[in-house]
């Protein structure tokens, strides 16, 4: 057995999801690292004495700070992701610290915003404001490309777009998409005209930069202009991207399209169901239920 403390190995894991590009993991793992290290006081502890007791002790912290069941159960994962993959090196003994505490996931309020609301982003004249007309493109190119994500987006090159289709892996997931590219992206994309950058969507406006942090930079500018836009719309709750990814699905049950196509249209290849129809399913199956979708916006 490997003498394994707690703080230096996810420290190692974080620095394995830098390294593999993998920024958002590596933030969220660096949320939990803090958040444990305030219940220990700053007190490192060794991997094999992280029991059920100071699992349930560091449960009723989080609780006794007011966070929600879907909170603690976001650190508790982590930890115990951390705690197995220590576990599969060989470094302790399993001994399942975390099966008494709540790892599941609570039903939220949903962020899918009806068509008609779409309908209202679409058509608004936002000229005079070009901060919020960019944020209002970016929402509504996610949209119609299926509630793609915006770092997805962000990386997509113009070599990505090949015989009227746009091909990415899911930075996520990793799993390899293929989405038919419509008249109603490439009017967003000729808004924003770049001969000099790589990429093909207009995410990186400055210098060509692809760094996390500018990419963060953009993503934090988008959302506060959409919160805007949700006011100027009359929505009863304030949009950010992510929205558009709900909306997509949503909306696409609204219109009968079957549970299998909107899982192999958004990527969804963590799912096993969603796996088991990604290995059979025609993707023309998909571009026709996009379709279906945008021309709806209109």
């Not at 390294?19 to 991997?47: N, Q």
């Not at 650190?75 to 220590?86: D, F, G, Q, T």
């Not at 909306?247 to 088991?276: F, Y």
């Given at each position: 057995?490997?003498?394994?403390?707690?703080?230096?190995?996810?420290?190692?894991?974080?620095?394995?999801?830098?390294?593999?590009?993998?920024?958002?993991?590596?933030?969220?793992?660096?949320?939990?690292?803090?958040?444990?290290?305030?219940?220990?006081?700053?007190?490192?502890?060794?991997?094999?004495?992280?029991?059920?007791?100071?699992?349930?002790?560091?449960?009723?912290?989080?609780?006794?700070?007011?966070?929600?069941?879907?909170?603690?159960?976001?650190?508790?994962?982590?930890?115990?992701?951390?705690?197995?993959?220590?576990?599969?090196?060989?470094?302790?003994?399993?001994?399942?610290?975390?099966?008494?505490?709540?790892?599941?996931?609570?039903?939220?309020?949903?962020?899918?915003?009806?068509?008609?609301?779409?309908?209202?982003?679409?058509?608004?004249?936002?000229?005079?404001?070009?901060?919020?007309?960019?944020?209002r493109d970016i929402f509504m190119l996610s949209f119609y490309m299926r509630g793609m994500s915006l770092i997805d987006m962000a990386y997509l090159r113009k070599s990505d777009l090949r015989d009227g289709y746009v091909a990415y892996r899911r930075r996520k997931t990793g799993q390899k998409l293929c989405v038919a590219w419509t008249h109603e992206m490439q009017s967003i994309v000729d808004k924003y005209p770049s001969?000099?950058?790589?990429?093909?969507?207009?995410?990186?406006?400055?210098?060509?930069?692809?760094?996390?942090?500018?990419?963060?930079?953009?993503?934090?500018?988008?959302?506060?202009?959409?919160?805007?836009?949700?006011?100027?719309?009359?929505?009863?709750?304030?949009?950010?991207?992510?929205?558009?990814?709900?909306?997509?699905?949503?909306?696409?049950?609204?219109?009968?399209?079957?549970?299998?196509?909107?899982?192999?249209?958004?990527?969804?290849?963590?799912?096993?169901?969603?796996?088991?129809?990604?290995?059979?399913?025609?993707?023309?199956?998909?571009?026709?239920?996009?379709?279906?979708?945008?021309?709806?916006?209109?």
């Open positions: 057995m490997l003498d394994y403390s707690l703080f230096s190995f996810m420290t190692s894991q974080i620095s394995l999801l830098r390294h593999r590009r993998r920024m958002r993991t590596a933030e969220t793992y660096v949320a939990a690292l803090r958040s444990f290290s305030r219940f220990r006081g700053g007190r490192d502890i060794m991997l094999d004495a992280l029991t059920q007791e100071v699992v349930m002790g560091y449960e009723d912290y989080l609780r006794d700070r007011g966070l929600t069941p879907n909170t603690t159960s976001f650190y508790m994962r982590i930890l115990r992701a951390v705690y197995n993959r220590a576990v599969e090196r060989g470094g302790i003994e399993q001994k399942s610290p975390f099966r008494k505490v709540y790892t599941g996931v609570d039903h939220t309020r949903k962020r899918a915003l009806p068509l008609v609301d779409i309908r209202r982003i679409s058509r608004l004249s936002l000229a005079s404001t070009p901060h919020l007309e960019y944020a001969a000099t950058s790589p990429y093909l969507l207009p995410v990186f406006r400055s210098g060509g930069s692809d760094s996390y942090a500018a990419y963060r930079n953009v993503s934090y500018r988008i959302n506060r202009s959409l919160k805007q836009i949700s006011v100027m719309i009359g929505s009863r709750s304030a949009i950010t991207l992510y929205c558009a990814r709900h909306s997509w699905a949503s909306i696409a049950q609204t219109k009968n399209i079957p549970i299998s196509v909107i899982s192999a249209g958004m990527g969804h290849a963590s799912e096993s169901t969603t796996r088991i129809y990604l290995a059979s399913l025609d993707t023309s199956v998909v571009d026709r239920a996009n379709s279906v979708i945008i021309k709806s916006v209109f």
